[in-house]
């Protein structure tokens, strides 16, 4: 993560460049573990509730650079957590949880029952990866890779083929649509939240070495 000042947007467009010719400078400018507690309570109040609890938990933890933020998405999974600069995003945390689910992170770990999947990635992939992850009993960061992503011919079907400590597995999962509740504390309506579900998970033929 690289830390500094900028009075232009145009100068952002150097950021990046330099982050990757240089990485090991970026040390030097700034923390390097940073994580983003969204307490947005004029988006939903939920967020400014459950978020600075577990704000004031995380700062108590040594090595972690903490900042309450605006708002990060997926309000009803509040408190949420930005973890940087994985890109990692925690919810359903609060005070009493927050400080275990985090240094499970920072350990290699994941505790699946928080982990909402990496920014900057499809929705698709990271669904099947989490439940691949789930249906192997993994919680090993990275441990699980989407390698192909595919319809699988009924409406909401979608095949995955993912690998796992070298072994490929064929995943078939089905999105859906949940039942209607209020979602979050500022709803004004019920709402539909997307689901998905393991239809089969099974280890595929290992390939015949060339001869």
Known sequence: MLWGTWRADRDLALVAP???????????????????????????????????PVAAALAARPGLDVWESTHLGGCRFAGNVLLLPAGDMIGGLDAGNAAEVVDTWRAGRLDRRHHRGRVGRP??????????????????RGAVTVHSLTRAGEPGLHRAVVE???????????????PAARLTCSARAP?????????SFGPLPRTPPRT
């Open 191 to 199: 709402e539909h939240a997307r689901r998905a579900e393991v239809i």
């Open 123 to 140: 929705v698709l992939v990271q669904v099947a990866e989490a439940l691949a992850a789930e249906a192997l009993g993994e919680d090993r």
């Open 164 to 178: 796992h400590d070298g072994r490929h597995h064929d995943l078939v999962l089905r999105l859906s649509a949940g």
């Open 18 to 52: 330099l982050a990757a010719v240089a990485p090991g400078t970026a040390r030097g400018t700034g923390p390097q573990e940073v994580a983003l507690v969204c307490t947005h309570g004029s988006r939903d109040v939920c967020c400014a509730v459950r978020g600075r």
